[in-house]
């Protein structure tokens, strides 16, 4: 499903949920209703035959076939009722199921932009627990408005038809109990709103919790974060209770109203029976209809309730269906120079500036002017925040940058701006190794695939320039070893080359490793330089960027930039950087000194 046209989004959530979902199922829908009729239509023919039977064994008639039609109108209501619930309930669930494939859909295309501005244990919450109001919303929901309707329309009519004058004594109890109630339904949409907001907050705290368990364990922290638990559970608490207060005061008031209308058809319709007005029949008859009430009145009161909760979780639900994906692609989206596979394209970079959308106050690069020639290896270095990942994110375009900042140049010279290059197809030739690998609690082999079923053959290729094999010779089942949760079976630096791994499996135009190799001693270290340079020069070879704190892990790049405070502040080749005075060359001496330092040691006899 794309996004909603601005008309649908003005809507009343259920309206446009109905408009947008429950299209497909209109003849299910149509069934169910023209069954409910019927239902309702038998329900309230009983109470005059029954009202007909009275008057008869009044007469000394026989009442024979007044039961006997009772009988059997009862049995074609339980059956007719059961087909009504199943053409309602089933479109309930297969919107559910619509509802919650176009959310995923939605949070596979969105951008890290809305992920920086939006708390995950709430994302959650709304693609699970409130996409349960969706079910009920078109299933039980969908059900009670015909329901109710009909019911309420058929009884009221038959009551008309016996008497108008009784009729207009014992609606003004259940009038007056509606008016009550849409007061309290009010404050109950509003309590459920911010119910739904605290369940997404205490989601996100429970999350968080998880995610950062050792760090609980190793700094003796329980105690700390079960009081953070407990106070916002107990905001969740008190709100949940309130819900309920506010249904068990509300919706008994329809059944009071209804006890009440009984009340005055015998104070007031007595007499007219006395008078002969109405017949003993129709008085049983009225009696009859308003006890058929009781249930619609019931169920008015749960559909009331569903409406408004199932209107506060829509909200939220439709917010993040409608929420904008950050792809400022012009509306013909120019080709990726260099579209032959396997060939690097290079970046022209001028005066791009840049500050993440959540901070906006906060410049991470300034003015920044770059040329990376095709198929070549760059280095990025510089210290800690600045802003080294920054503009790899921004060449992967996990953000964009401003317009106009980046150009990608393919092997022929022809250039292209990087934000009017379609986002898939630009994503589609780039192999991104994160500086914080993720590995989802599956096999190493899937890990690294990302694919059903990944190519075992190419998996063990990348796992060996990766530097991998030993290691799964000692795990239990080697690539079929599942990782557990972010990869807890796995040690920093197995992750690390696992993440690798799955870069170089993408056989990609563009490499970009975002420190990955922090982890790994120097011997691994100088193996995956290697490989990551070894297609260098070649008709072939990807653009690779590689972001590291080590020297060592860039020193034989074609090209280093150095970064400090958001700003080039030197490049070049490693020779002609160590040659001058600056950043570069202090942290080559220091790092040269520690490396030097423990192989003396042993020399020594001190190690």
Same mark, same amino acid.
């Given at each position: ?392 994110? !921004?060449? &992967?375009?996990?953000?964009?940058? *401003?317009? @106009?900042?980046?150009? #990608? +140049? =393919?092997?022929? $010279? ?53 530097? !991998?094999? &030993?290691?799964?010779?000692?795990? *239990?089942? @080697?690539?079929?070893? #599942? +990782? =557990?949760?972010? $990869? ?120």
């Amino acid at each position: 499903m794309t996004d909603g046209p601005p008309d649908r989004r003005a809507l009343h959530p259920i309206l446009r949920l109905a408009l947008d979902y429950g299209r497909p199922y209109r003849w299910s829908y149509a069934l169910g209703a023209l069954a409910l009729l019927l239902t309702n239509w038998l329900t309230v023919r009983i109470p005059v035959v029954v009202g007909q039977g009275v008057d008869a064994l009044r007469d000394g008639a026989p009442v024979g076939r007044s039961a006997l039609l009772v009988a059997g109108m009862g049995i074609v209501v339980m059956v007719v009722r059961t087909a009504s619930r199943v053409w309602f309930f089933n479109p309930g669930r297969d919107v559910e199921y619509d509802v919650r494939r176009d959310i995923f859909d939605k949070l596979m295309r969105l951008q890290p932009e809305f992920y920086a501005r939006h708390k995950r244990g709430d994302i959650i919450s709304r693609a699970s627990n409130d996409i349960t109001w969706a079910r009920l919303a078109m299933g039980f929901g969908a059900l009670a408005v015909f329901n109710i309707t009909s019911g309420l329309v058929l009884s009221g009519g038959q009551m008309v038809l016996i008497s108008p004058r009784l009729t207009a004594f014992v609606v003004v109890p259940l009038v007056l109990s509606l008016v009550i109630v849409r007061f309290f339904i009010q404050m109950l949409l509003e309590t459920q709103r911010e119910y739904q907001s605290e369940t997404g907050l205490l989601s996100d705290q429970v999350l968080g919790s998880l995610q950062g368990m050792a760090t609980i364990h190793g700094f003796v922290a329980e105690e700390a974060f079960i009081d953070r638990f407990e106070a916002r559970n107990e905001r969740v608490y008190a709100l949940s209770m309130k819900l309920a207060w506010l249904r068990s005061v509300a919706f008994p008031l329809l059944i009071l109203g209804g006890g009440l209308s009984l009340t005055l058809l015998l104070a007031v319709g007595g007499p007219m029976a006395l008078r002969g007005e109405v017949s003993v029949g129709d008085l049983a008859a009225f009696a009859t209809l308003l006890a058929t009430l009781g249930g619609p009145l019931r169920s008015l009161g749960w559909m009331l309730s569903i409406i408004q909760q199932s209107r506060a979780a829509l909200e939220r639900i439709f917010e993040l269906l409608d929420a904008p994906v950050a792809r400022p692609e012009r509306a013909l989206p120019a080709p990726a120079p260099s579209p032959s596979p396997g060939c690097g394209p290079g970046f022209q970079v001028r005066g791009l500036t840049f500050a993440y959308p959540d901070e906006p106050d906060r410049t991470v690069l300034h003015d920044v002017d770059l040329d990376i020639a095709p198929g070549s290896v760059v280095g990025l270095f510089g210290r800690t925040g600045s802003g080294k990942s920054t503009l790899v994110r !921004l060449l &992967a375009r996990q953000f964009n940058p *401003p317009e @106009g900042a980046v150009q #990608v +140049v =393919g092997r022929d $010279g022809a250039t292209a701006e990087l934000t009017a290059l379609e986002l898939d197809d630009w994503r589609a030739r780039l192999a991104v190794v994160p500086q914080r690998p993720f590995l989802f609690s599956d096999s190493i082999a899937a890990n690294i695939g990302l694919e059903d079923p990944p190519d075992l053959d190419r998996v063990r290729t990348v796992t060996d320039r990766a530097a !991998l094999t &030993a290691d799964l010779e000692s795990l *239990p089942d @080697g690539l079929e070893t #599942v +990782v =557990g949760e972010r $990869g807890i079976m796995l040690s920093g630096g197995q992750r690390q080359r696992t993440a690798l791994a799955r870069g170089l499996y993408r056989e990609a135009d563009v490499v970009m490793l975002d420190d990955v190799l922090s982890a790994v001693d120097h011997e691994t270290e100088a193996r995956l330089v290697e490989t990551l340079t070894r297609l260098r020069g070649t008709e072939r070879a990807p653009t690779t960027l590689i972001v590291s704190h080590r020297l060592s892990a860039i020193r034989h790049a074609d090209l280093i930039v150095v970064l400090d405070e958001g700003r080039v502040v030197d490049q070049g080749r490693h020779d002609a950087l160590i040659a001058r005075p600056g950043l570069y060359r202090d942290t080559w001496r220091v790092q040269s000194e520690r490396k030097a330092a423990p192989a003396a040691d042993v020399q020594g006899g001190v190690a």
